[in-house]
């Protein structure tokens, strides 16, 4: 039986241009977030309150990964950040080489973190390195407390939990403290933070983070 190693091939060519990202922004002292989630969570809401808030203070990019359209990006843009778009034209997921054909949209001399919006899947993008240095993950109450325990590697691989809508707790069941746990189990030292982009609830812990990403870059 002879056996053809496609799958294998695409990881390790993935993970040689996700070495050369890391070597771009490494040089440049640019810490970087591949934000993943499943659709609809809430990161571009996540991203533009975090420019409003940290924006004077901080250079901040955003590389906005979609299937289709630009709308994120116009979002974003609306900003005066550096950002550009990245369509995968149906791929489930951003690769190390989407994101090296991408930088050179960026002035990386006038950035001081730099965002990948991933596409909103929680299966396909936690099998890519896309030469960032942190993952966050953003859950939100409506998509029910069980994503950790069906799509556990994502979680295994993150930094950061982000758990998105919680002003809506009071009308959805939802068990936090459940989810909380069982992101634990698999990853004990994951930061969780809980958040409304709505009301601010929780925010500052997030923009804490960033700034404290930030000064230790």
């Known amino acids: 039986m002879t056996r053809i190693k496609v799958f294998s091939n695409i990881m390790k060519s993935n993970e040689d241009m996700a070495l ?7 040089h440049y002292h640019i810490p970087v977030i591949n934000m993943m989630s499943s659709p609809g969570s809430g990161k571009t809401s996540l991203l533009e309150k975090t420019i409003n808030k940290l924006g004077e203070k901080i250079n901040i ?6 299937l289709q359209t630009d709308r994120d990006a116009q979002r974003i843009g609306k900003y005066d950040v550096q950002v550009a778009q990245i369509n995968t034209d149906g791929a489930c997921h951003l690769d190390a080489n989407m994101v090296n054909k991408a930088l050179s949209a960026f002035d990386f001399t ?3 973190i730099f965002f990948i919006e991933n596409v909103g899947n929680l299966v396909c993008p936690a099998g890519f390195d896309l030469g960032e240095k942190y993952r966050v993950n953003l859950v939100s109450v409506p998509e029910g407390d069980d994503k950790v325990i069906k799509y556990p590697v994502i979680f295994r691989k993150c930094d950061v939990l982000l758990i998105n809508k919680v002003d809506l707790l ?3 069941s939802f068990n ?3 989810l909380k746990n069982e992101a634990l189990n698999i990853r004990l030292d994951m930061k969780i933070i809980e958040i409304s982009c ?3 609830k929780g925010m500052q812990s997030w923009y804490d983070w960033i700034e404290k990403i930030v000064r230790n870059k």
Request: a neutral charge.
């Open 176 to 178: 936090l403290e459940r």
């Open 61 to 66: 990019a955003v590389l906005e990964g979609d």
């Open 170 to 172: 009071p009308y959805i």
């Open 110 to 112: 006038k950035i001081d």
């Open 20 to 26: 050369k990202n890391r070597q771009v922004f490494s």
């Open 198 to 200: 709505l009301t601010n």
